[in-house]
């Protein structure tokens, strides 16, 4: 891991970019440190720098969390496949025709899961080698069918704040059957891109003994500021 920028923000938060191979990313630290490390993942496609997620980190950072995020393969600024662009296109051309999107949608996020995986849990084994960053290790971000992965395949994270707004390919709603920590589910009731009933199916297919599920009315952005509040609280209980 090799740290190419860094800056100490008003509220003590130590925010720096990094490399891990091909892999860019970035990482929050608090002014206390060992600090337990949180894995922040955006919806897929959209870059690290969203400004909603840096946001989300800087605030969790300072209260007392490692929190890092990268760039996933054919996100943000890392080059994207003639397959990816394709599913993109039809994806843009099906929804302005109002045609069904679920198998366009299976094609683009499934494979963008499968390579995502492995970069996330090699950004994590060198994260943990810092001096400032320990376990146990959370997971919180819009990308739920990501979190859902690593969930299964990643026994270091003990729990997860997962937000019902994005697709979830079939693969990954039978895993969640296997998920068994603890999870805070975000549900907006009218997000229009996202059926409610497939959003409260997923909720109810969970395996874990400890769930629990956040509703409010308003579209897709419209998520509740005191919701990164509640999700910190939730964090604390299950990391610190």
Same mark, same amino acid.
């Given at each position: 891991?090799?740290?190419?920028?860094?800056? $100490?923000?008003?509220?003590?938060v130590l925010e720096r970019e990094f490399t891990l191979g091909e892999i860019p990313g970035s990482l929050w630290t608090p002014g206390s440190a060992p600090a337990p490390l949180v894995l922040m993942a955006h919806n897929n496609g959209l870059p690290k720098a969203d400004p909603r997620l840096v946001a989300r980190a800087r605030y969790t950072a300072a $209260?007392?969390?490692?929190v890092a995020t990268i760039d996933a393969a054919g996100c943000g600024d890392r080059p994207r496949s003639a397959a990816d662009e394709q599913a993109r296109a039809d994806l843009r051309r099906a929804?302005?025709?109002?045609?069904p999107v679920d198998e366009i949608f299976e094609s683009l996020i499934g494979p963008l899961v499968d390579n995502a995986v492995p970069e996330w849990r090699a950004t994590l084994d060198a994260l943990l080698e810092l001096p400032g960053v $320990?376990?146990?290790v959370g997971y919180s971000g819009g990308w739920t069918a990501l979190g859902i992965r690593l969930a299964v395949a990643e026994p270091r994270i003990a729990a997860a704040g997962f937000f019902a707004g994005g697709y979830v390919p079939r693969a990954q709603r039978e895993e969640a059957r296997q998920v068994t920590i603890p999870l805070l589910f975000l549900l907006q009731w009218d997000d229009a891109g996202n059926p409610r009933r497939r959003a409260l199916d997923l909720f109810d297919a969970f395996g874990s003994e400890e769930k629990?599920?956040?509703a409010n009315l308003g579209g897709h952005t419209g998520t509740p500021w005191f919701e990164l509040e509640d999700g910190c609280r939730f964090l604390d209980r299950h990391l610190k």
């Open positions: 891991m090799h740290f190419t920028s860094e800056q $100490r923000l008003d509220d003590g $209260r007392g969390y490692a929804m302005q025709a109002g045609e $320990r376990g146990p629990t599920l956040h």
